[in-house]
């Protein structure tokens, strides 16, 4: 008895296609660019010696790292985060104080100085909650 060839077959091939292996042929499926088009391709941007760590807006807050890093610290972390680094301007709440585990008189001791450090620029309207507008640090030398 004569085996069947497959019903479906590739558009301009002859080779006859195994079934049962339908990864077989993957390397010759894959898409590769033409040459001209790999050169005119730009070298990605990458800032040398820029480190940096990523990390979660709950864990600010957390009890161990409360103890570890300074109040001010804790509330230029979460300013960073809720302003985009500096995208967009917010409104300090004392929820968002509460979120680098601050009551609202550390929220205004703190504040006053990440301001006086250059950290952070502040608008205050009487009583309301202060606008505070993210500044990325000065480059610097240890």
């Not at 570890?68 to 917010?90: D, H, K």
């Not at 502040?122 to 309301?128: E, M, S």
Request: aromatic letters at 4%; proline letters at 11%.
């Amino acid at each position: 008895m004569r085996k069947k060839p497959p019903h479906l077959r590739l558009v301009g091939s002859n080779d006859p296609i195994d079934p049962a292996d339908p990864f077989a042929d993957l390397e010759k499926a894959r898409y590769r660019p033409p040459p001209e088009v790999e050169a005119a391709r730009p070298e990605l941007h990458r800032r040398p010696g820029r480190l940096f760590a990523q990390i979660e807006l709950d864990w600010v807050a957390a009890a161990p790292l409360r103890r570890l890093m300074p109040p001010e610290l804790r509330l230029y972390l979460v300013l960073q985060i809720r302003t985009r680094r500096g995208a967009r301007v917010v409104r300090l709440t004392n929820a968002m104080a509460a979120e680098a585990g601050l009551d609202r008189f550390q929220k205004s001791k703190c504040l006053r100085e990440l301001e006086e450090g250059g950290l952070v620029e502040v608008v205050r309207q009487g009583n309301r909650n202060p606008e505070v507008t993210w500044l990325p640090p000065a480059v610097l030398v240890l």
